[in-house]
């Protein structure tokens, strides 16, 4: 059973990782010949203005074929009589695939409709929250919500009643924003998500959880076949359309295992790159005018002090892989 599992799990990451690839052969081109590229703020750092021009909405290459990977997936559990087993994380999934969609609104307002700032936060806000709404109703309809939040390394959880769902929204939409965040320089996003998945892949083989192992794959051969042309010096960017998908599929894996909780500790570099802007913004308010880091997200602050943005990956990467393996500890 377990030799068919790994078979499936490296199947689907192959798949996806060479769709992805050459998604991306295809789509460079296409974007660059409509122009659809990145606009870079005067706010950021000086030297990302030869940035400018990049092809964007590049979240697109492992959308797709994360959605023909879960569509494949349905099927399959539906006529195998499996689909309980895979409802977790196929509703995951589905929740990532709609943030998704919003960043794509996002990013096609922005760059195609020529709207500079595209959506607003709020409205921004409001989709995320209806989208992560959806999936813990969909969840405790169906039946696979657990309104008891395990506390990780322990074999305590805590009651939370309805008081479950509304945490679980506001995690679910602060992952994907901190998601969003750390998708700041070239392959950031990527290599961090990437090591993410690793350890759900892991997790998944050993637990012998199929849907997990689906949603693991999807992320890391998404993510690794990207960076083919994100690493830096990157050829496209995956804009909002790529980082709120990814944020939504981090958050998404938690929950399929299980173990809301856990993102915070695997996803530990996400969770510093949120604090740096919430206490950027808030000692700046606090001194009329000072700052606490060079400037936010931590990442820019790490450029600012002559870090290239190869170096902040592999550190950030590294941190990531530390922090995945205490987590394995937790889940």
């Known amino acids: 059973m377990i030799g068919r599992q790994i078979i499936f799990s490296f199947s689907a990451l192959a798949a996806v990782f060479i769709v992805t690839v050459v998604l991306l052969k295809i789509l460079i081109p296409v974007l660059r010949s409509h122009k659809i590229g990145q606009k870079i703020n005067d706010i950021g750092p000086r030297w990302h203005k030869n940035k400018e021009g990049t092809p964007i909405m590049g979240g697109i290459s492992f959308i797709i074929p994360s959605f023909l990977l879960f569509a494949g997936v349905a099927v399959w559990a539906a006529v195998s009589g499996r689909m309980r087993e895979f409802l977790p994380s196929l509703l995951a999934a589905a929740m990532a695939i709609l943030n998704g969609a919003v960043g794509f609104v996002d990013d096609y307002v922005k760059l195609i409709k020529k709207r500079?700032?595209?959506?607003?936060?709020?409205?921004?806000?409001?989709?995320?929250?209806?989208?992560?709404?959806?999936?813990?109703?969909?969840?405790?309809l169906l039946g696979v919500a657990d309104t008891a939040l395990r506390i990780p390394f322990t074999d305590k959880s805590v009651e939370l009643g309805f008081f479950?769902?509304?945490?679980?929204?506001?995690?679910?939409?602060?992952?994907?924003?901190?998601?969003?965040?750390?998708?700041?320089?070239?392959?950031?996003?990527?290599?961090?998500?990437?090591?993410?998945?690793?350890?759900?892949?892991?997790?998944?083989?050993?637990?012998?959880?199929?849907?997990?192992?689906?949603?693991?794959?999807?992320v890391i051969g998404g993510t690794a076949g990207f960076l083919v042309y994100n690493f830096y010096p990157a050829r496209i960017f995956m804009g909002d359309t790529g980082s709120l998908f990814l944020g939504g599929m981090v958050a998404g894996l938690a929950f399929a295992a299980g173990n809301p909780l856990i993102?915070?500790?695997?996803?530990?570099?996400?969770?510093?790159?949120?604090?740096?802007?919430?206490?950027?913004?808030?000692?700046?308010?606090?001194?009329?005018?000072?700052?606490?880091?060079?400037?936010?997200?931590?990442?820019?602050?790490?450029?600012?002090?002559?870090?290239?943005?190869?170096?902040?990956?592999?550190?950030?990467?590294?941190?990531?892989?530390?922090?995945?393996?205490?987590?394995?500890?937790?889940?």
């Not at 996003?189 to 689906?214: D, K, P």
């Not at 919430?278 to 870090?307: A, N």
Request: hydrophobic fraction near 60%; include cysteine; proline fraction near 1%.
């Open 116 to 140: 500079n700032k595209g959506l607003s936060a709020i409205q921004k806000l409001i989709f995320q929250f209806a989208i992560a709404a959806a999936f813990v109703a969909a969840a405790a």
């Open 263 to 331: 993102v915070l500790i695997g996803g530990l570099i996400y969770v510093i790159e949120t604090a740096s802007v919430i206490l950027q913004v808030g000692y700046f308010k606090l001194t009329h005018g000072k700052r606490l880091f060079l400037m936010s997200p931590i990442h820019h602050h790490f450029e600012k002090c002559g870090w290239s943005e190869i170096k902040i990956v592999a550190v950030f990467s590294a941190v990531t892989l530390v922090a995945c393996a205490a987590a394995w500890f937790g889940l």
């Open 164 to 218: 479950y769902y509304v945490f679980a929204a506001v995690l679910i939409v602060g992952m994907v924003n901190a998601v969003n965040l750390t998708d700041g320089i070239d392959g950031l996003a990527s290599s961090v998500t990437c090591v993410y998945g690793i350890l759900f892949l892991v997790y998944s083989l050993v637990s012998r959880i199929w849907g997990i192992s689906a949603l693991s794959a999807a």
